[in-house]
């Protein structure tokens, strides 16, 4: 139900976009979130959006989600990327809507990853 693409192979201070577009059911009232997972690494919340917006500390000021609720739909533009910000990047869709859910349990629906490589 969840379809996420955009990554790719960029260099250090690059941008990327990445898209995921949910199918087959709305999402209004729930919370969309993106995730990473590096190698060896725990999977992490990157930044989502429900009723408030979350940002990991690493990534704010680079990144930004949006949502078009239109076209069901959720957006990572990724500035001033760095090879740290190098992992697999899932879009994934929660039931709570209020507060800030980090935990990958609190996220029922999950997009297939897409990779993104920053090179030095």
């Known amino acids: 139900q969840l379809q996420a693409f955009g990554g790719g192979l960029v260099q250090s201070g690059d941008s990327l976009r990445l898209s995921c577009a949910a199918a087959?059911?709305?999402?209004?009232?729930?919370?969309m979130g993106w995730f990473r997972q590096a190698p060896g690494k725990e999977r992490e919340l990157v930044a989502s959006?429900?009723?408030?917006?979350y940002y990991v500390d690493s990534v704010k000021g680079r990144f930004t989600i949006s949502r078009d609720s239109a076209k069901n739909t959720v957006y990572l533009q990724m500035n001033s990327l760095k090879p740290d910000d190098t992992a697999v990047y899932y879009c994934?869709?929660?039931?709570?809507?209020?507060?800030?859910?980090?935990?990958?349990?609190?996220?029922?629906?999950w997009g297939q990853g897409t990779l993104v490589t920053v090179s030095s």
């Open positions: 994934a869709v929660s039931p709570y809507y209020s507060g800030i859910h980090t935990e990958p349990r609190k996220y029922d629906y």
């Open positions: 087959g059911r709305t999402f209004s009232a729930y919370t």
């Open positions: 959006k429900g009723q408030r917006t």
